[in-house]
């Protein structure tokens, strides 16, 4: 597994990635005294932020951890939480400074002060652990306190989009007395200032009780919420769901299931509601494979993959053709792939390709996929792909699947020609589909460098602050990507959950932010 251990892919279901706080008041909950079951096939990999950074952890984070800022409902620019207020204080963006709220304190009574934010920064970076989110701070040089409620970020580069960093899951803050400063805390105990506490956990639930002491800009409209796990077991999440032992099911239904209960979900008492999504799913290819690494094999596979029947016949319509790595609803989103290769499959274009690269015969390919990580349906998916390759005459290609583990030490060998990821944003920013993917240490392990991207681009991004003036910059990596091929788009999810005819407040948990706001959720 690399670093950014946040690559799921549930189309079915989005996931969560920035701490999204909205509405007014102090977070008390709800008159109706009543608590909300939420039931996923996600499991919680870590209750110490220093760790997670998958999509089970960040729904823990960013439902009991403060960060400095937040997104409001439907915005992707983010505003004051604990701080009181934020900002740049030079042209270059390498300087941000944040006053925090006065009076916070943390669940446990104890002061959240200015030390706490340098402490769980510093923290952070010191444990630096694999599967954590100290990779999304590489801009940062030290963390300043001049006072108890003044944190200066000293950056040694410019990063515009810092401001959106420090709103995710990443930028949880921790109390300095309850968390060691160099090792994660294992015992599962969480103490945080955001809207709720964490009572209790094991491998069946979670359970969440509203944090009286919180201030900040979430409201509770509940008194708690139940989070049972169903670890991959798509059927009982269903089952649970009709059965009324869980009021919404997030995260793990498969595509058949949306569409049956879309159908017929009033029988059920139930009902599907769909919300916007920046999950993608993409081919990657291994630049050095001796298949794979060729542009004739990779433009060949470019002409021949048919998203739209993948769309329909593997995912049910609950995902839409992607042609872009920026996802549409994220500044910089352009159509370089449709642009270069169209959207429907060509033989033709695709066998002169290959003798463009002096390849006369059919081409041997093995498609690698890994079976839950990135969503039920992804086995089918890539043999589908493969199908549609070989239905070509011009591959001869077969899918493997491989559990998750030796899936990633087998990418980061290099041992697979061509292989699929999917991206869960951390922020949502066109930032956050180009520098982890082809910059300096890139999560894609495929060996593809281009210093154009890395030295040009990427470094000019980071200095605007304003993100609609980066639209052409990153309008430029895309049709670089989509000439070099080092990886292809498939789709672009779109965000469900089910919920039963009784819970309300949904609207605002799902929107291209990503983040599953437990608080706006209530029984009517």
């Given at each position: 597994?690399?670093?950014r251990s946040g690559w799921s892919i549930l189309p079915a279901l989005m996931a969560l990635t920035s701490v999204l706080l909205t509405g007014c008041g102090s977070g008390v909950g709800s008159d109706d005294g009543s608590r909300v079951v939420v039931g996923m096939s996600d499991d919680i990999l870590a209750t110490d932020p ?39 204080t030079d042209t270059r963006s390498e300087v941000y400074r944040c006053t925090l709220k006065e009076g916070l304190h943390f669940s446990n009574g104890d002061a959240l002060t200015a030390r706490d934010v340098k402490f769980s920064f510093d923290r952070l970076r010191k444990i630096d652990d694999p599967a954590g989110p100290a ?302 993917f082809f910059g300096d240490e890139n999560v894609l392990g495929n060996h593809f460098e281009n210093t154009t991207i890395t030295r040009k681009l990427i470094p000019r991004t980071a200095t605007v602050s304003n993100r609609s003036d980066t639209a052409a910059d990153f309008g430029e990596i895309q049709d670089i990507v989509a ?42």
């Amino acid at each position: 597994m690399s670093k950014r251990s946040g690559w799921s892919i549930l189309p079915a279901l989005m996931a969560l990635t920035s701490v999204l706080l909205t509405g007014c008041g102090s977070g008390v909950g709800s008159d109706d005294g009543s608590r909300v079951v939420v039931g996923m096939s996600d499991d919680i990999l870590a209750t110490d932020p220093a760790s997670g950074y998958d999509p089970g952890s960040w729904l823990l984070f960013n439902n009991v951890f403060q960060s400095l800022l937040g997104f409001p409902n439907g915005s992707a620019e983010p505003e004051p939480d604990a701080a009181d207020r934020c900002s740049f204080t030079d042209t270059r963006s390498e300087v941000y400074r944040c006053t925090l709220k006065e009076g916070l304190h943390f669940s446990n009574g104890d002061a959240l002060t200015a030390r706490d934010v340098k402490f769980s920064f510093d923290r952070l970076r010191k444990i630096d652990d694999p599967a954590g989110p100290a990779v999304m701070f590489q801009s940062l040089d030290r963390v300043e306190v001049p006072d108890d409620r003044t944190v200066v970020f000293r950056l040694n580069t410019p990063d515009a989009t810092f401001p959106s960093k420090i709103a995710s899951g990443a930028g949880s803050i921790v109390d300095r007395h309850e968390y060691p400063a160099d090792a994660l805390r294992r015992d599962h105990t969480v103490v945080g200032s955001g809207p709720y506490t964490l009572d209790s956990f094991d491998e069946k639930q979670a359970a969440f009780s509203v944090n009286a002491a919180y201030r900040g800009t979430a409201q509770a409209k509940n008194d708690g919420v139940t989070l049972k796990f169903f670890h991959g077991r798509r059927g009982a999440l269903k089952d649970a769901l009709t059965g009324g032992s869980v009021d919404v099911a997030y995260r793990g239904l498969s595509a058949q299931d949306i569409a049956d209960l879309d159908e017929h979900g009033s029988r059920e008492d139930a009902e599907v509601v769909e919300g916007n999504s920046a999950e993608v799913q993409d081919l990657v290819f291994n630049m050095d494979d001796p298949v794979a690494g060729r542009l004739g094999v990779r433009r060949a596979i470019a002409y021949l993959i048919d998203r739209n029947a993948l769309v329909d016949r593997i995912y049910k319509g609950t995902a839409i053709p992607l042609y872009s790595i920026v996802p549409a609803g994220i500044v910089g989103h352009n159509t370089a792939f449709f642009d270069r290769y169209g959207g429907e499959p060509s033989r033709a274009r695709a066998a002169a390709a290959l003798r463009a690269d002096g390849i006369d015969d059919k081409v041997s390919l093995t498609l690698w996929s890994t079976p839950s990580r990135y969503g039920p349906a992804t086995d089918d998916e890539l043999r589908a792909i493969a199908d549609q390759l070989n239905a070509s005459g011009l591959f001869d290609a077969r899918m493997k699947s491989v559990a998750f583990g030796r899936y990633e030490k087998d990418i980061a060998a290099g041992k697979y020609g061509v292989y699929v990821k999917g991206w869960l944003p951390d922020y949502p920013d066109p930032d956050n589909f180009t520098a982890p993917f082809f910059g300096d240490e890139n999560v894609l392990g495929n060996h593809f460098e281009n210093t154009t991207i890395t030295r040009k681009l990427i470094p000019r991004t980071a200095t605007v602050s304003n993100r609609s003036d980066t639209a052409a910059d990153f309008g430029e990596i895309q049709d670089i990507v989509a000439d070099r091929l080092p990886m292809l788009p498939i789709w672009q999810a779109k965000q469900y959950a089910v919920i039963r005819h009784d819970v309300d407040g949904y609207v605002y948990c799902l929107d291209t932010s990503t983040v599953f706001r437990f608080w706006e959720l209530y029984k009517s």
